[in-house]
């Protein structure tokens, strides 16, 4: 069974850094790209980030480019999201899914991040 | 960017009634559609990709259709367990991803 399992939110005020952590099982990680995504309470899933398989490539939504750091550890199949420079704006819980060409297929319960 | 928007924002819908949700982008995406479900507290579930293909598990009552620009997410016969907020996601653009608005399917 596919399982992905964040970690690392928390309350931090505006400015603030935090490393979010995903943990995955249950299928080959280092064959599969991976994305993090973001919903604000109350609102819609915006696409926040995602890496290549062996995380030759990392790409980014306008709204985070500069202040987040996405990485992957295939040895240990986690992702990882390094949150910099946080704004209020960021409040939000963090999902991370596996991605495919077609389809996001599973994705982890979420982490739930306060800037305040 | 590719803007994805979602109609009608809120659709209240008898049990047994059908449903249809639609799905509009700013340009042609393709079939490169995916449909999730979300229930209140919960992450996302995967329920269509490719337009029209069911994810497995996902039972009969949920369909996909569309291309290009217009897609549509019918459910056959609402179930109590179907009511949530659903989404449509572009996959054209790999790997920039655009979510539509979400459609609330709630009981009438």
């Known amino acids: 069974e596919v399982q992905l399992l964040e970690s690392g939110g928390g309350l931090v005020q505006p400015g603030g850094s935090l490393r979010l952590s995903c943990a995955a099982s249950g299928f080959t990680f280092s064959n599969h790209a991976i994305s993090w995504v973001r919903q604000a309470p109350g609102k819609g899933l915006e696409w926040v980030s995602s890496?290549?398989?062996?995380?030759?490539?990392?790409y980014y939504a306008d709204s985070v480019k500069g202040r987040f750091t996405i990485s992957r550890d295939d040895s240990k199949s986690t992702l990882h999201l390094q949150l910099s420079s946080l704004r209020v704006e960021d409040t939000a819980v963090y999902y991370c899914a596996k991605t495919t060409y077609y389809d996001w297929d599973s994705w982890g319960q979420g982490t739930l991040v306060t800037v305040s | 960017e590719i803007v994805m928007t979602q109609s009608p924002a809120t659709l209240s819908v008898s049990p047994g009634d059908r449903a249809t949700l639609s799905c509009r982008a700013s340009?042609?995406?393709?079939?490169?559609v995916a449909w999730y479900q979300q229930k209140p507290g919960q992450a996302p579930r995967l329920l269509i990709y490719g337009a029209s293909t069911r994810a497995t598990g996902i039972p009969a009552r949920f369909s996909g259709s569309g291309s290009g620009t217009e897609f549509t997410l019918t459910i056959s016969s609402l179930q109590s367990e179907d009511i949530a907020v659903y989404y449509c996601q572009q996959f054209n653009n790999w790997p920039i991803f655009t979510f539509g608005p979400g459609t609330k399917v709630d009981l009438k």
């Open positions: 340009q042609s995406v393709s079939s490169n």
């Open positions: 890496i290549s398989t062996f995380g030759h490539f990392t």
